[in-house]
Each structure stands twice: as C-alpha cells, then as structure tokens.
C-alpha cells in the first residue's frame, strides 16, 4: 500500500480530491514502475484537482504531470531497478495516472534518465514548465536568434513557463524584457535576470495596425490571444516567436502581414510527445544552462495534502514560479 492524491467524481458531477491508501494493482499495466520522490504543481494540475477543463475522462484519477523517482521494477532492457528517471508529457497525469503518487507505473518510452548535473528534486523545480521553456529557447536558437539580435520579450514572465525561460534566456547572455501584470512580481521576475518589465497592459489589447515598431529579437510567448496577436506586430525582420501557451485563449486577431511583410516565424513548441533524443537534449541544456541555486531558492515546497488547495489557487493566478511537491511528506 501507497498514499496517492485521488480526484473522484461523484453522480451528481462534483469533483472531489484528497490523499487515499491504495494498492499497487490499481495502478495501469506499463513496463516500468517508479518509486516517486518528486512531482510539481502546473496549471494543468489544476483544472485535473477540480475536474475543469475536460482533462480528465475516466475517474478515479490521479494527477501530476511530471514526476522524478527512481525504477522500481522494469521490464525494458534501457531501465534497471535503482535507476534514477525522470517524465514530463505523454498526458501523463491527463489520461494516464500521474506523479501525485508514491509510485507510479508507466511506459519504458515516456522516461528519460537523470540527466547528468542535476539530483531528483531540482529536476521537478524545473519540472515540465522549465522543460518547455528550454525547449521554446532551444527553437529560437535554431531559426537563428543570438544575443547581439536584440531584447527578447517573454509573455506570462511570473509564471512556471515565463519564470524559467527568464532565467534562461539571462544566463545565456540575453536581455530579457519580462511581461506581467502583478507588480509585486517584478522584484522577483529582476532576481531571475529579467533587464526590464514590461506591464501586460502595453500588450494586453488587440494590434490597432498590422504592423508595429520593429522591437523584438525574439519571443517566449505562454500567454497567446490578444498579446501574442500585438507581439507579433513588433517582431524584428525574419525573428521567431515560440508559442507555448494558450492562457489568453486560442484566438488571436492577427493577420498574415508579420509574416509576409516581415518574415516572422511563429513556432509551435510542444513538450507532450517531443522526441526522445529532443527531451535528452533538452534536460542536458537545462542542467549546463540553468542556475539552479536560483532556481530552487525561488521553488516553493509542498505536500500531496496541500495540493487541492493549491490547485485552485493557481487556477486564479496565485502561485509564483515553481511549486515542488514531495511525495512523501
């Protein structure tokens, strides 16, 4: 017997959650099971703790969309028992039981192993937020960007995804223009390397022409909507956005001027089914690239039975960074 954090739902629809024992023949059939040491907190989190957004199809169900441990037991020849492992996507924790859990049992392709630099708890204040923020960076290289270019703009800078690319993008020599909307995080956004802020309210509206000043070198955008429609106004001649999030709604009232008229490129990053050789490489950048003194300094620690709460309050906008839930607190 384990302790688990178990959403349930009711005939009468409500969404319940909290710490349960269970048994290990309740978790799904996979290859590999993992002993979980650490899990985090992300938005998605949230809407599977309340049962919003249309996550969850099948409950019972336990959530937790990343997750760091060590293998129990395989039957994949690459994973052996005391291997240290780490996961971020395939819907784990949507479609697939998740890391709020004291062990977890998943499919051998799903994992990567520690990457080299980083120990089991500083891989979850990374977590799938600093995966795809590295991931947002590792594109924008890639179409070109250098720090000569110019500023780079990251939307959404105060939370898990904009927290991280801040962090990054500054370490790696770039001047970082940070948005929010909070004013209380500015001091914290200026820790993480940011050389100014920008209020969201510059960029909250829609674009009122097609094209903008040219300002931005490049762009980590977690916000989309409104703002990503006005940031891609103002991008530099043949510069990228990487589009990681949705928090301002799917719609944006943009126009194809940027990209004929500018040549902007506008990249899609999604971590859920990114290669293996993709995650390797990534996890590798973010242990040589990543201060992660910094980082952990700034995560906050919490345990399976904080979790309801926290995941109702991050729905709302109130948690900052990156919040690192030991399983076995």
């Not at 985090?40 to 019972?60: A, E, F, Q, S």
């Not at 192993?113 to 708890?121: A, I, N, S, T, Y």
């Not at 770039?174 to 920008?198: D, M, N, Q, S």
Request: overall charge negative; glycine content about 12%; proline content about 5%.
């Amino acid at each position: 017997m384990f302790r688990a954090m178990i959403v349930d739902k009711a005939e009468d629809g409500i969404v319940t959650a909290g710490v349960q024992e269970i048994a290990e023949n309740r978790l799904p059939e996979a290859e590999v099971l993992v002993d979980v040491a650490w899990s985090t907190l992300n938005y998605k989190d949230g809407l599977c703790l309340t049962g919003k957004g249309g996550l969850v199809r099948t409950y019972p169900h336990v959530p937790g969309i990343d997750f760091a441990g060590v293998v129990a037991e395989s039957a994949d020849e690459r994973y052996r028992p005391g291997d240290k492992v780490v996961l971020t996507g395939w819907r784990v924790g949507e479609a697939w039981w998740g890391g709020y859990s004291q062990r977890a049992r998943v499919k051998a392709d799903w994992l990567v192993p520690l990457p080299e630099g980083l120990d089991l708890r500083q891989t979850m204040a990374v977590g799938t937020a600093g995966f795809t923020a590295m991931l947002a960076v590792m594109d924008l290289e890639a179409h070109g960007l250098k720090p000569e270019n110019g500023p780079v703009l990251v939307t959404g800078a105060a939370g898990g995804v904009g927290s991280i690319a801040t962090a990054v993008l500054a370490r790696l020599g770039y001047e970082v223009a940070a948005v929010t909307g909070r004013p209380e995080t500015e001091g914290y956004l200026k820790e993480l390397g940011a050389a100014r802020i920008v209020p969201r309210e510059e960029l909250a509206e829609p674009p009122a022409k097609p094209l903008d000043r040219e300002t931005w070198a490049g762009c980590v955008d977690a916000v989309g909507g409104n703002m990503l429609a006005r940031v891609l106004t103002q991008m530099k001649y043949r510069c990228s956005v990487a589009a990681v999030g949705l928090a301002g709604g799917a719609a944006a009232p943009f126009t194809v001027v940027p990209f004929l008229l500018r040549g902007v490129n506008l990249l899609g990053v999604d971590s859920v089914m990114r290669p293996y050789e993709d995650r390797v490489a990534a996890w590798g950048r973010i242990a040589r690239d990543l201060d992660m003194e910094k980082l952990e300094a700034m995560a906050q620690p919490a345990k399976l039975a904080d979790l309801p709460e926290l995941g109702r309050a991050i729905l709302k906008g109130g948690v900052r960074g990156r919040v690192v839930v030991d399983v076995n607190a």
